[in-house]
């Protein structure tokens, strides 16, 4: 795995030992962001389900003010850590552990809302609408901010009134949704 594009270009990062992560390919990364483009720049990004932090580190690469990682393994976070050190990105970065999956209470004392949220949920275990929930209750989404979400063939959820699905790509058997958060949906 390496950095694709801005500031730490070419960098390698680290992966997680063992199949328990799943890193997102290079050439996923790359296409989500060429999607994501101008959207990038002076966010500030949450990275759930972090595995490796590829995704909060290419968006801290290309430009992004700040970004919060959070996984439930300490071995990602150690992994995560070490990115952000090697890449010299810790001072715009914090690396949270969480269960992502019974709440995003960890988010209550962050005073910024996030614009560009990355969730990469193991796949099979149907984390997604859990944490699209726990993204609502947290109120840590400024309005349309946009949700990247890497998954396997399961659905998006539908009935989460605040989120609109807006597009959705295909790479071999990995699918990548995109949504759009507006408290006026």
């Not at 209470?105 to 609408?129: H, M, Q, T, V």
């Not at 859990?130 to 209750?137: E, G, Y």
Request: glycine residues 4%; hydrophobic residues 40%; charged residues 25%.
């Amino acid at each position: 795995m390496r950095i694709i594009a801005g500031e730490r270009r070419g960098k390698t990062l680290r992966s997680v030992r063992g199949m328990a992560t799943r890193p997102t390919a290079d050439r996923v990364r790359e296409s989500v962001f060429n999607i994501l483009s101008h959207q990038v720049r002076d966010a500030t990004v949450l990275d759930l389900f972090a595995g490796t932090g590829a995704m909060g580190i290419e968006a801290l690469s290309r430009g992004a003010d700040y970004a919060v990682f959070i996984d439930d393994s300490q071995n990602a976070l150690s992994v995560i850590s070490r990115n952000l050190e090697e890449c010299r990105f810790q001072d715009k970065a914090n690396v949270i552990r969480w269960n992502i999956v019974k709440n995003l209470n960890c988010l209550d004392g962050f005073k910024e809302r996030f614009d560009l949220i990355f969730a990469d949920p193991p796949y099979s275990k149907n984390f997604i609408a859990p944490a699209l929930h726990h993204l609502l209750k947290s109120n840590c989404l400024k309005d349309n901010a946009l949700i990247v979400i890497e998954h396997e063939l399961e659905p998006i959820p539908t009935d989460i009134s605040d989120f609109c699905l807006t597009d959705q790509r295909k790479y071999g058997k990995t699918f990548v949704s995109f949504l759009k958060y507006s408290r006026s949906l």
